[in-house]
């Protein structure tokens, strides 16, 4: 492999003759071979976006040539699109409060832009990374309203998702509507309902969710950019402060705002910590509501559709692996809030420093649950019922069925009348009851109409 020789602050350090990255990403490839995981690129993207949004000020302002800012400003756009990926290979875990990542973009935006302008990598005196890629910025702004803007999109993502997962359990409510089972408390069976009624309250959870998710966005738009190293906007022209923030409104088409205390907003995370409290929420509903519909398919109520061979030694098992699945990245968005209240609380002073663990942590947990949520809602929609399984398992359930006629009997006659039935030796506890109450009276108590109404008519009432 050919290389080129770079210098910094260091000083001198070979760099792949091909790479579009410069000295200070090179280092970082050294010094941060952690976990594996590289950053995320909708962080890059959006980084590329803060830069491009800083050119295009800088050079309406005339802190930037003309030609030099339209080369920035298409490399960026490069970049956003999704091109260049290869050159961003740091991994998500880095010291420096995110600035290995600002490098690395200023570096390939640089070196691309110098290509444009018909240079050579590394020919900084056309464009500088620092001098003029990174022109009146800081990590500590850049970074933070890099992870917002990624976290936005991410959102909207997630909300989508989210309202086609409600969509699937509002169809199942509708479809099973008319099917009576067993409801349970305490893992044992309680009342009759409808697994029309069972789908609708998952559903109803699921749109709690997306509501939230759609809501949080509001927290993930104030910024910090222009406030540069701690909030005080140093080194930068106010103009440029002010301008800013309404190209960055224009490249990313969001409703983004500065913040009105940039030290405040430099300085603490706590609008990602929000945030991803309201994504551990949808994470734990996500949970209860997979390990349910394993239930239901074991109980036999419900039938999962097949997703894969279950067993590489008993034949024809298939187990429920969309919903473990779903449990399992449950799990994992419930461990990420907890990193991100953990980098949120160890910030020091005027910047957190554990802004990498916090961005990768939250954008992690967004990405997760939109595939989770993608993945269960196809799993959703082609769920079966098995009705008679249902009736077999109402009909096993004598305390569920007897619980529906408290309106005509009361607690006590009820009691009575379900241990004459297990005294005779139990057996069909509805035809024993059309023998006790009369046909149409059982019928209208067990029907889905009666058992999902909200309550019964008191006497007065039906006089």
């Not at 290869?86 to 570096?107: I, K, R, V, Y």
């Not at 991410?154 to 086609?164: G, P, T, Y």
């Not at 006629?405 to 006659?413: C, D, E, I, R, T």
Request: glycine residues 8%; aromatic residues 4%.
């Amino acid at each position: 492999m050919e290389y080129r020789t770079e210098t910094d602050a260091l000083g001198d350090i070979s760099v792949p003759l091909h790479s579009y990255w410069g000295a200070h990403t090179q280092r970082a490839l050294a010094n941060f071979q952690l976990s594996g995981i590289k950053t995320s690129g909708g962080l890059v993207r959006a980084v590329a976006m803060v830069k491009k949004a800083a050119a295009l000020a800088n050079r309406e302002l005339g802190a930037l040539e003309v030609a030099k800012a339209s080369a920035i400003t298409s490399a960026c756009a490069e970049i956003i699109d999704g091109k260049l990926a290869a050159q961003f290979p740091l991994d998500a875990m880095q010291g420096g409060a995110g600035t290995s990542t600002n490098m690395n973009l200023n570096e390939v935006i640089a070196n691309r832009a110098i290509e444009l302008l018909g240079g050579e990598k590394g020919d900084y005196s056309i464009i500088h990374p620092l001098e003029h890629v990174n022109l009146h910025q800081s990590t500590n702004d850049v970074y933070p309203t890099a992870v917002k803007i990624a976290a936005i999109y991410k959102v909207r993502e997630l909300s989508e998702a989210a309202a086609k997962l409600q969509g699937a359990f509002q169809s199942g409510e509708t479809k099973f509507a008319h099917i009576v089972k067993t409801g349970r408390t305490e893992m044992q069976p309680a009342v009759l309902m409808t697994l029309g009624a069972e789908f609708s309250a998952w559903a109803e959870a699921v749109s709690r969710d997306r509501w939230r998710a759609f809501k949080c966005e509001e927290r993930l738009r104030t910024v910090n950019i222009g406030g540069t190293a701690i909030g005080t906007g140093i080194g930068a022209p106010r103009s440029y402060i002010f301008l800013v923030i309404e190209k960055l409104r224009e490249v990313t088409g969001l409703g983004l705002n500065r913040g009105e205390n940039l030290p405040g907003e430099t300085a603490n995370s706590d609008a990602f910590v929000e945030v991803s409290a309201i994504l551990k929420a949808h994470a734990s509903n996500i949970a209860k509501i997979s390990n349910d519909l394993r239930l239901l398919n074991l109980l036999g109520e419900i039938k999962l559709p097949p997703a894969q061979a279950g067993s590489s030694i008993m034949p024809g098992k298939v187990n429920p692996v969309i919903c473990e699945a779903a449990i399992q990245c449950a799990m994992k968005v419930m461990a990420n809030d907890m990193l991100v209240c953990e980098a949120a609380s160890r910030a020091t002073l005027q910047i957190n420093e554990f802004m990498p663990l916090l961005a990768h942590a939250l954008l992690e947990s967004l990405d997760t649950l939109r595939g989770t949520d993608a993945a269960l809602r196809l799993c959703v929609e082609g769920i079966e019922a098995d009705e008679r399984n249902c009736a077999v398992n109402c009909a096993g359930s004598a305390t569920a069925v007897i619980t529906a006629f408290l309106p005509q009997l009361g607690y006590a006659k009820a009691l009575v009348l379900l241990k004459e039935f297990e005294a005779a030796g139990g057996g069909d506890l509805k035809k024993f009851l059309s023998e006790k109450l009369g046909g149409d009276v059982v019928e209208r108590a067990l029907s889905p109409e009666s058992i999902t109404a909200l309550g019964h008519k008191q006497n007065a009432e039906n006089s």
